[in-house]
């Protein structure tokens, strides 16, 4: 189980042009944190860096239980959730098939996805074709994959953007639970998350 997120000294380049350096941040189980600052900057890159899938130039993330030290590997593998600005889904599917496609994969079930499902108000669009969804409705059913198949550590790349004042007001409900069971919230924004968050900005 992770306690805390440790980021220490990360910086990250693009081509020749280094998009941050020297950034730090402690986050720990209750907390959440916004990552803030003009577009460019490297807010997408620093989520993908905590996840594993881009090395930095410098610096290190560190995962800790209330043991020690947890394998990195293991524990973006088992512990963490990354949400993209694109939501990933298959515009031929069902959109019942792709989110209990992806539950699956990422551990949950069929039984869990249609309750996440209707905890988002996605069920009366479970059996259209993902490509005729909006872009919210879109955005709820990757959401869905959150509350599906629990991890402990969010990784969100603007998780509002397309998100109608309801949808928002109801995921915010959702992150502030996540909160209270011991989870923890990195979001990559340009609008304030509607829980109470630290700010990180990028860039200052």
Same mark, same amino acid.
């Given at each position: 189980? #992770?306690?805390? /997120? &440790? #980021? &220490?000294?990360? $910086?990250? *380049? *693009?081509?020749? *042009?280094? !998009?941050? @350096?020297?950034?730090? !941040?402690? +986050? $720990?189980?209750g907390e959440a944190a916004a990552l803030t600052g003009a577009n460019g900057v490297g807010k997408t890159t620093l989520l993908r860096i905590v996840a594993g899938l881009v090395q930095p130039d410098a610096g290190l993330v560190t995962f800790t239980s209330s043991e020690g030290a947890l394998d990195a590997a293991e524990a973006r593998a088992g512990a963490c959730h990354l949400l993209g600005h694109q939501d990933g889904l298959k515009g031929a599917r069902l959109a019942e098939e792709e989110l209990e496609f992806q539950v699956r994969w990422t551990g949950g079930t069929a039984k869990s996805a249609r309750a996440a499902a209707e905890r988002l108000g996605l069920t009366r669009l479970l059996r259209l074709?993902?490509?005729?969804? @909006?872009?919210? &409705? *879109?955005?709820? /059913?990757? +959401?869905?994959? /959150? !509350?599906? @198949?629990?991890?402990q550590l969010w990784l969100l790349d603007e998780p509002l953007s397309p998100l109608d004042a309801a949808s928002r007001s109801l995921f915010g409900e959702v992150m502030a639970e996540h909160l209270a069971g011991g989870g923890l919230i990195l979001a990559a924004v340009h609008d304030p998350l509607p829980v109470t968050a630290r700010e990180a900005r990028l860039g200052a």
């Open positions: 189980m #992770i306690r805390h /997120l &440790q #980021i &220490q000294g990360l $910086a990250a *380049r *693009r081509g020749e *042009r280094t !998009l941050f @350096s020297g950034f730090n !941040l402690g +986050l $720990a189980t074709p993902v490509r005729v969804l @909006s872009a919210g &409705q *879109r955005r709820r /059913l990757a +959401l869905a994959r /959150l !509350l599906a @198949s629990p991890r």
